[in-house]
């Protein structure tokens, strides 16, 4: 191949006899690259020092919201149980109640806490006798022979609560023997 024919791979990559008689360019003075890597480095130690206060910043700022949150968690629950407070005062303010007076505000009361409590995902669990003896919601208080399948509540002691699907307090039950 000839070097001075356009074609050619040297002549297209600048290397023949004519590239070979320019000047080729000097490197800058060996303080300039220096000068621009000590600007370079001060540029990214700032921004990374801002970057760290923002994330300190973001931290601080999210552990506040979150013993905010801790503090103030039961305001609506509680905030919702003021009527029923209300109401109980109210009956015990009244010194000359007949019984069917009282029974109707205990009803109404009543009424308003269950009232309350849902409002707050607080639900009964109050299994009917057969159903089936769930021990992540029941708590077998007793074993008994019963004339139903085993395993299966015979009857509820006390009832008990979910609050938003996690067990509050399991329901006492007594459970039919197994066979």
Sequence with gaps: ??????????????????????????APPSSAPAGDLEARHAELSDAYLRAKAEAENTRRRAEEEMGKARKFAVEGFAESLLPVKDSLEAAIAIPAATPEQLLEGVHATLRQLTSA?????????????????DPHQHQAISVVPAAQEPNTVVAVLQK?????????????VTVSAPG
């Design 1 to 26: 191949m000839n070097a001075n024919d356009p074609t050619s791979p040297e002549a297209a990559n600048g290397a023949g006899p004519a590239a070979a008689n320019e000047p080729t360019t000097s």
């Design 117 to 133: 409590l849902e409002k707050n995902k607080v639900v009964e669990v109050n299994p009917p006798a057969g159903a089936r003896f």
């Design 160 to 172: 008990g609560y979910l609050i938003a699907d996690r067990v509050l307090r399991p329901a006492l």
